[in-house]
């Protein structure tokens, strides 16, 4: 009788420390209160925690939710709230930088990077006041030749120093007019970027790109005044010229439209990966699918 209850004992012993380790390698609910900090740490420990960071892009927004295709400033602040009810610190591209440059220092704990891409107008209008509101910070990455030629749509050199001055702003470069497609010899929709022109010489083409691109970053750092050293890609399309022209321009991180998390070899490797967020995502659904790319069977 006492042998049975000492099994009896121990059965429950390992059903609840299973109950314990279970929980322990499940990915934390980011909306559980009772989540703690060492939760965290131990899915990393056992190596549960693909250990990285995301980065978000968004286009358009609108101040309601009619407009098709663009984020409403509404769900921008739920998206925003859920992210900072998740633990995550919103930083801009140059402690990106200076943490592949070796300061180690330079990221906190949870890292977000939210970026722009295009210039438009509603990202001053829409975006930009409500992360100044919750001190949070982004990158936009721009087309500057928009800016010169006055595009309607787009935000103006005025709005984007205003943004700067903030401090939760930063302009990075997305060309200075070479965002478009062109078709073909096959008929096939490219990127202007990354196309060679049938009369272009390997000569010609290299000084197309390496032209816009300078002109790009020459006049960000004239008209905002903060250094630029990043480029997004159009369209995620890139050849060894473009890498190699930017690089030589100081441009250090490419942001492309792959979806995935960024670990230490995305940065080492100077190609980031940034997740798409759709206008009818929740706070909820946007957190959760961060959080299940973070963690690994």
Excluded at 16 to 39: A, C, G, I, K, M
Excluded at 147 to 175: L, P, Y
Excluded at 205 to 211: L, W
Excluded at 245 to 262: K, M, P, R, V, W
Aim: net charge negative; glycine share 6%.
């Amino acid at each position: 009788m006492k042998q049975l209850s000492i099994i009896s004992g121990l059965i429950i012993l390992v059903s609840f420390s299973l109950h314990l380790l279970t929980d322990q390698l499940l990915p934390p609910d980011p909306y559980d209160d009772e989540v703690t900090r060492e939760n965290v740490l131990m899915n990393r420990f056992i190596g549960n925690y693909n250990v990285g960071f995301p980065v978000l892009t968004y286009q358009e927004f609108s101040e309601s939710s009619s407009e098709e295709g663009a984020v409403s400033e509404a769900v921008f602040r739920e998206h925003l709230e859920a992210l900072q009810r998740a633990g995550y610190t919103s930083i801009t591209e140059e402690r990106l930088v200076l943490y592949k440059n070796g300061n180690r220092e330079a990221l906190p704990e949870k890292p977000l990077l939210i970026t722009m891409d295009d210039g438009y107008k509603s990202n001053y209008e829409v975006a930009y006041p409500v992360l100044e509101e919750m001190d949070m910070n982004a990158t936009i990455f721009t087309v500057a030749g928009r800016r010169d030629q006055g595009v309607n749509n787009h935000f103006t050199w005025e709005e984007a120093r205003e943004m700067v001055e903030s401090g939760n702003i930063s302009i990075q470069s997305k060309t200075y007019d070479l965002h478009d497609r062109v078709e073909n010899e096959e008929g096939e929709e490219v990127s202007s970027l990354t196309y060679r022109m049938p009369e272009e010489s390997d000569e010609a083409y290299r000084e197309r790109v390496r032209e816009d691109l300078e002109l790009s970053v020459d006049r960000i750092e004239e008209e905002v005044g903060n250094e630029v050293t990043t480029l997004s890609l159009p369209y995620g399309d890139y050849n060894e010229e473009v890498l190699e022209i930017s690089e030589d321009l100081g441009i250090e991180l490419f942001f492309s439209t792959y979806q995935n998390l960024n670990t230490e070899e995305n940065l080492e490797r100077g190609m980031m990966y940034r997740f798409g967020v759709e206008p009818d995502m929740s706070g909820r659904d946007l957190v959760q699918m961060l959080e299940q790319t973070m963690y690994v069977d």
